[in-house]
Nanobody, 121 residues
């Protein structure tokens, strides 16, 4: 089993910044990539960004240039630095360990409780 704990969410005004953290613990199963997802009310969960074990990163266009994903393996933690936040970024944010195959990220069944981000205009 893998336990994931997301933190760092909150309420900010448009243009503000937040840094989310995802701490992983439990099984020593090795995943070669980590991802951040988000889910807005009434919407499907969507992929935002990925980072491989070699720190290669990918971003969806709607966050490119504003969000930065990073990892600190010594702490088993992945971060999501979010700048210039917009009201449409309001969602619950989740991390997920998985596998990159080419440009595609394959998620695992491990999810945390998520952390709420609310951006007001």
């Amino acid at each position: 089993q893998v336990q994931l704990v997301e933190s760092g969410g909150g309420s900010v005004q448009a243009g503000g910044s937040l840094t989310l953290s995802c701490a992983a613990s439990g099984s020593r199963i090795i995943f070669d990539a980590m991802a951040w997802y988000r889910q807005a009310p009434g919407e499907q969960r969507e992929l935002i960004a990925t980072i491989t074990s070699g720190s290669h990163t990918t971003y969806k266009d709607f966050v490119k240039g504003r969000f930065t994903i990073s990892r600190e393996d010594a702490k088993n933690t992945v971060y999501l630095q979010m700048n210039n936040l917009k009201p449409e970024d309001t969602a619950v944010y989740y991390c997920n360990p998985g596998t990159m195959k080419g440009v595609y990220f394959y998620s695992s069944s491990y999810w945390g409780q998520g952390t709420q981000v609310t951006v007001s205009s």
